[in-house]
Each structure stands twice: as C-alpha cells, then as structure tokens.
C-alpha cells in the first residue's frame, strides 16, 4: 500500500496487498449478488481487466504496476505466501475454492476433479485440504504421480477404459475444470452417485451434450461458478496460509509476455504463469 483514503481503516501504508480478478462490486445488501456473496455478479462489477468503471475509465489489468481500487478489493497478504504464489491463489484459487465452500465439500466427500492444469493442481489441493477423498482425472498419465502427491487418493488415465470403469457412480462431486468436449458430459454424468453435483469451472465453446435421462436416472445435479466474492477471497487465502497449499508456476519477467503466452498456448505451462515486474523507486 503506497497510500490510502481517510476512511480506509483496514490497511496502512506498507502493508503488502493483492488484487484478484474484480476491483469492484456495490456490495449493498439490496443487491441481489452482492447480498448473497457473489459480487462477481453484480450488475455495477467492474473486473480487473477487459472491463471499465461507470464512469468510462479502463481497468488497467494485471500488466499494470501499480494500481488504485476501492479498499474492499485489495486483501492482505498472509506473511506466510510469497506474492509470486497469492496471484494465483486470488484468480485459480479462489475460482476453485468457491464452488466447494457454497455446495459444502467436506470431510469423506468423493470429489473428481476433471482437468489438471491452471485449475485442476489447485483444485486437488483445496478439496484434499477440506477432508474429501480426491480423485483426479486426466488423459496424461504422466500427470499421475504428481497428483497424488498433491493431494490426490488416486489417479485416473481417462484414456484406460478399465480405470474409468472402476469410479463409475461413485462421486459426490466432479469439477470440471478443462475445456472438455460437449460429447464427454454423457461419460461425466456416469461417474456421479445418486444427487452428485457436477460443477463448470471452464467454459468451452458451443454446447454441452447428453440426454435428459442422463441426469433423471441418478438426480444429479449441473451448476457453474466464477470467481469468488470479497469474504469468499479472504477465506481463499486464510485457507492456503493454513493448510500450505501453493501454485505450481513459472515466473516470466514482464518484458518476455508474449513468450510466456505462447508458452501458455503450446499447452506447456506448469501450472500458472507469473509475471514479475522491476519496480523503482
């Protein structure tokens, strides 16, 4: 914090603080979001990038050096996170993280998680952490011993029909976390329990696919979500403080971003990108 507002009673100058994906939301009760923890819908949210304020000014994004926001929007860092790791944690983390505070993941839940990259290496460890039993599901095999060490109880290779098979009807909950084929959500369906809840995290393009009985026949459940409000975030990070749970990333320095996106687009990222900046002065 460089400097404040009079009525800014939260922080003082030089406290280290992070600013995740939105910079603004009304947070008044009569708010059909905001009341509920889900400022990130608020109809006068403003995000960290791609957006602009009411009054016509372009958030500047996460490129940016410095940054003025509305102190409801900056969170303090715990001292225990290096800031390398809070971004992450204040974007994936919390995107993850959220979902499974609202819907209730706890302790001896069966909970998948669809997609380990950005996303899924967070999801592992937020759902380890809370007490469920993890299973990670992926179609790179060598991804199998990290996530296992991550948290995870066991790995499936969605390309092993015999692996697939064994965890058919058996989770309580499944996140998808990639972008994954509109013809794939009939096979998701078939690894939920009865009243299981499927949860989007990504957003592919086009349409899901798969037939109405799919979801009569065992009443589960299909729900998404975004990123997580102001309490939601606080909790994001009070959580990974306690329970050592960290990105995995790479840091670019701000200069080479356009080699770390095509990094990112090869698909060969490991498993957030950072970007650090030079500051003087």
């Given at each position: 914090?460089?400097?404040?507002?009079?009525?800014?009673?939260?922080?003082?100058?030089?406290?280290?603080?992070?600013?995740?994906?939105?910079?603004?939301?009304?947070?008044?009760?009569?708010?059909?979001?905001?009341?509920?923890?889900?400022?990130?819908?608020?109809?006068?949210?403003?995000?960290?990038?791609?957006s602009k304020y009411?009054?016509?000014?372009?958030?500047?994004?996460?490129?940016?050096?410095?940054?003025?926001?509305?102190?409801?929007?900056?969170?303090?860092?715990?001292?225990?996170?290096?800031?390398?790791?809070?971004?992450?944690?204040?974007?994936?983390?919390?995107?993850?993280?959220?979902?499974?505070?609202?819907?209730?993941?706890?302790?001896?839940?069966?909970?998948?998680?669809?997609?380990?990259?950005?996303?899924?290496?967070?999801?592992?460890?937020?759902?380890?952490?809370?007490?469920?039993?993890?299973?990670?599901?992926?179609?790179?095999?060598?991804?199998?011993?990290?996530?296992?060490?991550?948290?995870?109880?066991?790995?499936?290779?969605?390309?092993?029909?015999?692996?697939?098979?064994?965890?058919?009807?058996?989770?309580?909950?499944?996140?998808?976390t990639s972008n994954?084929?509109?013809?794939?959500?009939?096979?998701?369906?078939?690894?939920?329990?009865?009243?299981?809840?499927?949860?989007?995290?990504?957003?592919?393009?086009?349409?899901?696919?798969?037939?109405?009985?799919?979801?009569?026949?065992?009443?589960?459940?299909?729900?998404?979500?975004?990123?997580?409000?102001?309490?939601?975030?606080?909790?994001?990070?009070?959580?990974?403080?306690?329970?050592?749970?960290?990105?995995?990333?790479?840091?670019?320095?701000?200069?080479?971003?356009?080699?770390?996106?095509?990094?990112?687009?090869?698909?060969?990222?490991?498993?957030?990108?950072?970007?650090?900046?030079?500051?003087?002065?």
């Amino acid at each position: 914090v460089i400097t404040k507002g009079s009525k800014v009673t939260e922080f003082k100058e030089g406290d280290l603080v992070g600013v995740g994906a939105q910079v603004y939301g009304c947070l008044q009760g009569d708010c059909n979001a905001c009341s509920h923890d889900l400022d990130p819908h608020c109809p006068k949210s403003v995000f960290t990038y791609n957006s602009k304020y009411a009054d016509g000014h372009q958030a500047q994004g996460g490129y940016a050096e410095a940054v003025r926001v509305n102190a409801n929007y900056a969170f303090k860092i715990p001292d225990n996170i290096d800031p390398v790791h809070a971004a992450p944690l204040m974007c994936a983390g919390v995107t993850v993280f959220a979902p499974m505070l609202r819907k209730g993941v706890k302790r001896g839940d069966r909970v998948g998680i669809v997609g380990i990259g950005g996303l899924g290496h967070l999801a592992i460890q937020y759902a380890h952490a809370l007490g469920a039993e993890v299973v990670a599901f992926s179609h790179s095999p060598n991804k199998r011993q990290q996530c296992l060490e991550l948290g995870a109880s066991k790995f499936v290779d969605t390309s092993d029909k015999d692996e697939v098979d064994a965890v058919r009807h058996t989770l309580d909950y499944l996140f998808i976390t990639s972008n994954s084929k509109s013809s794939q959500y009939s096979e998701f369906l078939s690894w939920m329990a009865f009243e299981g809840t499927v949860v989007l995290l990504a957003i592919p393009e086009g349409h899901m696919t798969f037939a109405p009985y799919d979801i009569i026949s065992t009443e589960v459940s299909i729900t998404g979500s975004m990123i997580g409000g102001v309490n939601v975030l606080k909790k994001t990070l009070e959580f990974a403080s306690q329970n050592n749970i960290r990105p995995i990333i790479e840091k670019y320095p701000i200069g080479q971003v356009n080699e770390a996106l095509q990094h990112m687009d090869k698909g060969q990222a490991r498993y957030r990108i950072v970007l650090t900046h030079e500051i003087s002065g």
